[in-house]
């Protein structure tokens, strides 16, 4: 059995959000995270879109905390678009020591590393997330979840793809006005053609009529009947997954 698969897959909440993702594409939003490394945190929030490459047969718990509502694309697609998997780190590991002294490095007043080499350390940043720690996420209460097993991916864009807001945010700062930070790039979208797509998934199977029909209703002037058809074959159900897998 594969332990991944040839898509990476956004997770979301409601048919709404997913309706919303097919008509306009995705929507970037700061992402706030905790990073522990070596005798330390690093605490900021990043502009941000997540995928993860879970084979379906797989994303049961995926499902409790991200969404049962989700759609696939190609990692032709992602690639184009400059997504990346995750760096994974183990927060006593070498290598979080490391980047942690990179970090004490850049927020020193009299630092030598250029403007240049500063923001490259905050976008090395960006990608980074421990190898494990607490999740509590909607019904997920988990002390010791490895994030590991998330096989995550990110679209983390430059500052000149989001009206050149601030990329990354002191966590505190953010936290209080959230809703100003992220409608600053409210407008910011990365969107795909419909062969982009390999998955549309809903939580119910009785929904699957009404998915069809907001696809015709988007994308019937962009595609050949035929193209719509093969759209329409890519919808699925996590009730089906969770059945049948």
């Known amino acids: ?5 040839n898509s990476i897959i956004h997770y979301t909440d ?3 959000i997913l309706a919303l993702i097919l008509k306009e594409g995705f929507k ?3 992402c706030a995270e905790i990073l522990k490394l070596d005798d330390g945190t690093s605490n900021a929030a990043h502009p941000m879109i997540s995928f993860c490459d879970i084979p379906l047969s797989d994303s049961k718990q ?3 905390a991200y969404g049962k509502y989700g759609i696939g694309l190609t990692k032709n697609w992602a690639v184009k678009n400059g997504v990346n998997p995750v760096l994974y780190i183990d927060s006593n590991s070498l290598f979080a020591k490391s980047l942690h002294e990179l970090i004490k490095e850049r927020r020193k007043k009299d630092t030598n590393l250029t403007s240049s080499q500063a923001r490259n350390i905050l976008k090395i940043k960006a990608y980074a997330k421990n190898y494990s720690g607490h999740l509590k996420r909607k019904s997920v209460d988990i ?3 490895k994030y590991y097993d998330e096989r995550e991916w990110r679209l983390v864009p430059e500052s000149s793809k989001m009206n050149n807001a601030t990329f990354s945010l002191d966590l505190a700062s953010y936290n209080k006005s959230k809703e100003t930070y992220n409608e600053k790039i409210s407008d910011c ?3 795909f053609k419909s062969n982009d797509i390999s998955y549309i998934i809903v939580e119910h199977t009785s929904e699957i009529p009404k998915m069809i029909n907001v ?5 019937s002037e962009k595609c050949t009947a035929k193209e719509l058809d093969i759209l329409f074959s890519k919808i ?6 969770i059945a049948d897998y």
């Open 1 to 5: 059995m594969a332990i991944s698969t």
């Open 14 to 16: 409601s048919f709404n």
């Open 28 to 30: 970037i939003k700061y």
């Open 62 to 64: 995926h499902f409790n």
């Open 143 to 145: 002390s010791n979840y």
């Open 189 to 191: 979208r990365f969107t």
């Open 215 to 219: 696809l015709r209703t988007e994308y």
């Open 236 to 241: 699925c159900s996590t009730e089906q997954i």
